[in-house]
């Protein structure tokens, strides 16, 4: 068969993916040869081994993996998109290039899908690793804040004051820093006062 004929050679699934995409603009025919193409592509890249042909494995996996993520939000599909980006960022790419898909495939969950518990695991996810992405850390310090998680949002803040930051930004992180202390601490002063109303009065709804 010319699947099995293909095996390995990224060069003749490449240009049959381009065919299809343009001039013939089969979405489907296209879909079908660049999901092979990618699975071939990372499948070399992941196990180090060489392709056929010209084209070599990382750099095709790359370039077929960003049309069918194109190819899935064009077509409306957001949670295809959002799992390829999260398989994606498990190839062995740059750390950078793997924290921008999760970053993406965060905010099409948070946008078009409505799941923000995965676009906070998503961007947590991140931020455990580097916070030099202020937007995410913001977006997640924001949803930490909308759940009353105030102490993993001191805990993010407190982080990002150990990086080195532009001055208005460690201001405004210093800032937040002590309005979180502050609420803990207010809150911390109420606990106490319940306590003390149960102890005067046991059964006390304080």
């Known amino acids: 068969a010319l699947s099995e004929r293909l095996e390995d050679d990224l060069d003749a699934l490449y ?30 890249w992941e ?38 980006l999260t398989s994606g960022a498990r190839l062995p790419v740059d750390p950078s290039v793997s924290r921008t898909m999760r970053r993406q495939a965060g905010d099409v969950a948070r946008e078009q899908l409505g799941d923000e518990e995965r676009a906070m695991r998503l961007y947590q996810s991140i931020a455990d690793e580097s916070l030099e992405d202020g937007e995410t850390v913001d977006r997640l310090a924001k ?27 460690r201001l405004a992180a210093r800032l937040e820093v002590a309005r979180l202390l502050g609420t803990l601490e ?5 606990v106490e006062m319940l306590r003390q109303n149960l102890a005067d009065r046991p059964g006390h709804e304080a």
């Open 143 to 169: 949803m930490y804040e909308a759940r009353g998680r105030i102490a993993e949002l001191l805990a993010l803040r407190q982080r990002e004051l150990q990086q080195e930051l532009p001055p208005e930004r």
């Open 186 to 190: 207010e809150k911390g002063g109420r």
């Open 15 to 44: 240009d049959a993916a381009r065919i299809a995409l343009d001039p013939v603009g089969d979405v489907p025919l296209a879909r079908q040869i660049l999901e092979r193409l990618y699975r071939e592509a990372a499948r070399l």
């Open 47 to 84: 196990k180090g081994a060489p392709a056929r042909g010209e084209r070599p494995a990382d750099q095709t996996a790359l370039w077929t993996h960003e049309e069918l993520v194109r190819l899935a939000t064009e077509g409306g599909r957001a949670q295809e998109a959002v799992e390829l």
